[in-house]
Each structure stands twice: as structure tokens, then as C-alpha cells.
């Protein structure tokens, strides 16, 4: 199993990034896959799910700003992050399976960071 995550940066309170993971070593399509976060001195969280059938599920934190998303032609897990604020500053983790405060498998993160 191979993760690697990108698209992370430095946003302002309100703006907007997309995160991408490319996946390799597994069958992608038919994978429960899974976006964790884990800020400086916190515990690992539970960001967000996708389904084989796209069956979406997001923490209460996120839900309505952030949208995950799948294209199985590339192999890509995607996460649009909206409306950012201060708080979802943190690594954030593309994951096979269903995982939050530990994870099988995780790729090595993309740092997102909100600040003015």
C-alpha cells in the first residue's frame, strides 16, 4: 500500500484548498478510503470517508465546508477544503480503510496551515 498526499499550503480564514492522494499497491475502486487530521499536541481525528460506492461521511467539524471525492480512472482520493478556519490547521492524511485516531495504512501527509 502507497499513499501520497498534496495540495496542502498556507491559506487565509476562509479561502479554500483541494488535497489530492494518489494511491498504488491495492484495488483503489473497491477501497473504503479515509482523510484524518492531527494538529500540533492533538490526537489523530476522524476527517472524513468515501465509500466503493461513494457513500460520503464527514465529522461534524467539517461537514458542509469540506467534500470528499474519488476518481478510480486515476486512482486519487480528493478532499475540497472550503471555508477554512484557524482550527483546521494540521497534517492531513489520506488512509486505506476506515480509521481515525490510528491508521494501518497512511500516507506520509500534506500540512495545512490557516492563518492571516
Known amino acids: 500500500v502507497h499513499l501520497v498526499e498534496s495540495g496542502g499550503g498556507l491559506v487565509q480564514p476562509g479561502g479554500s484548498l483541494r488535497l489530492s492522494c494518489t494511491a498504488s499497491g491495492f484495488t483503489f475502486s473497491s477501497s473504503y478510503m479515509t482523510w484524518v487530521r492531527q494538529a500540533p499536541g492533538m490526537v489523530q481525528e476522524w476527517v472524513s470517508s468515501?465509500?466503493?460506492?461513494?457513500?460520503?461521511l464527514y465529522a461534524d467539524s467539517v461537514k458542509g465546508r469540506f467534500t470528499i471525492s474519488r476518481d478510480n480512472t486515476k486512482n486519487t482520493l480528493y478532499l475540497v477544503l472550503n471555508a477554512l478556519k484557524t482550527e483546521d490547521t494540521a497534517m492531513y492524511y489520506c488512509?486505506?480503510?476506515?480509521?481515525?485516531?490510528?491508521?494501518?495504512?497512511r500516507g506520509q501527509g500534506t500540512q495545512v496551515t490557516v492563518s492571516s
Open positions: 468515501i465509500r466503493s460506492d461513494n457513500l460520503t
Open positions: 488512509a486505506k480503510g476506515w480509521c481515525a485516531s490510528k491508521c494501518d495504512y
